[in-house]
């Protein structure tokens, strides 16, 4: 079963827009991380937000954390069309091997 | 910087057949975990690696699927009789683990291999 749930489903946006997807999840976790996912390809890890974190920054991703919402959001600003790909949140459960749990992921467009 | 290798990319193989996919970790990582997607969905957890040893297997991991990680370095995973619903892209991803509750690491994942089932 997913534990992460991704919103929205589809956006699509004009590039030099920001783009904003959410994350929640449903048990207490050790970590939460987000990754890209380029069509038909592997995942690429972007960044990981640790349980004690609320806020982290990578070049133009923003990504927030509330346990007590259990949700997070990830900010990608000044789009481009290469950020066209879709975008999961893998929550990292309290299991104490580091198991992943990814939602269904949102699937960005950026248009030039 | 050699990132998760796996091989082959891209599997076709008839019904009934055995497929193995090989995953070459990030060199000095002795997590090793794999994982299947399917179209339109999020990967989902199958197995995973300490070393040598198989800590964990999700249910998803029926009699029809092994998974080995000889010597803690790279890992094979064979599926047997296969089915069309077996039809996914498996990947396979790396960590460094160093012991330190609660804190957790990156996972790496590499390519995928996808395996199409006629």
């Known amino acids: 079963s997913q534990q992460g749930e991704e919103d929205p489903q589809a956006l699509s946006i004009q590039e030099g827009e920001n783009a904003t997807m959410n994350c929640s999840y449903k048990?207490?976790?050790?970590?939460l991380q987000w990754y890209r996912q380029n069509s038909g390809r592997g995942l690429v890890h972007l960044i990981l937000?640790?349980?004690?974190?609320r806020e982290k920054h990578s070049g133009r991703l923003r990504v927030t954390l509330d346990t007590s919402k259990k949700s997070s959001s990830l900010l990608i600003t000044a789009s481009r069309a290469a950020d066209t790909a879709s975008y999961f949140c893998?929550?990292?459960?309290?299991?104490?091997?580091?198991?992943?749990?990814f939602g269904t992921g949102t699937r960005l467009l950026v248009s030039p | 910087d050699t990132g998760v290798s796996q091989d082959p990319r891209h599997k076709i193989t008839k019904r009934g057949q055995n497929v193995t996919f090989r995953c070459d970790p990030i060199?000095?990582?002795?997590?090793l975990y794999w994982y299947r997607q399917t179209l339109g969905q999020g990967p989902e957890f199958l197995t995973y690696?300490?070393?040598?040893?198989?800590?964990?297997k999700s249910r998803l991991l029926s009699d029809r699927f092994s998974a080995e990680r000889p010597k803690g370095s790279f890992s094979t995973l064979e599926i047997q009789r296969t089915e069309q619903g077996d039809s996914a892209m498996y990947l396979c991803?790396?960590?460094?683990?160093?012991?330190?509750?609660?804190?957790?690491?990156?996972?790496?994942f590499g390519e995928g291999s996808w395996l199409t089932v006629v």
């Open positions: 937000i640790r349980s004690n974190e």
């Open positions: 048990t207490s976790i050790n970590n």
């Open positions: 991803a790396s960590s460094l683990w160093v012991g330190s509750a609660g804190s957790g690491n990156t996972i790496y």
């Open positions: 060199s000095e990582h002795n997590r």
């Open positions: 690696f300490q070393n040598e040893a198989q800590l964990e």
């Open positions: 893998a929550t990292d459960l309290n299991t104490g091997f580091q198991k992943l749990v």
